[in-house]
């Protein structure tokens, strides 16, 4: 459940301005770690929800495609 709390709070991160994000700015804003936000952003790339742009340093940015939020899998755990 950890992955899940991690990648959650970066998409509510990323949602919160349409402006794309480096990954230094999704962990001091998220505080997790560089390392975890970048695991975790690479694995979001895998996965089409978000993507780089730019050069070096990179920019992430939402896709479109969404994950399915941690509040909305707990409420079908306990219907």
Do not use: C, D
Request: hydrophobic letters at 35%; proline letters at 1%; charged letters at 35%.
């Amino acid at each position: 459940m950890q992955g899940l709390q991690a990648r959650t709070k970066i998409l509510e991160v990323m949602e919160e301005r349409e402006s794309a994000r480096t990954i230094q700015e999704v962990a001091s804003l998220t505080v997790l770690s560089y390392s975890v936000s970048r695991h975790h952003l690479r694995l979001l790339e895998a996965e089409r929800i978000v993507k780089r742009t730019r050069k070096r340093p990179y920019k992430w940015r939402l896709t479109g495609k969404g994950q399915r939020r941690l509040n909305h899998v707990g409420e079908r755990i306990f219907m």
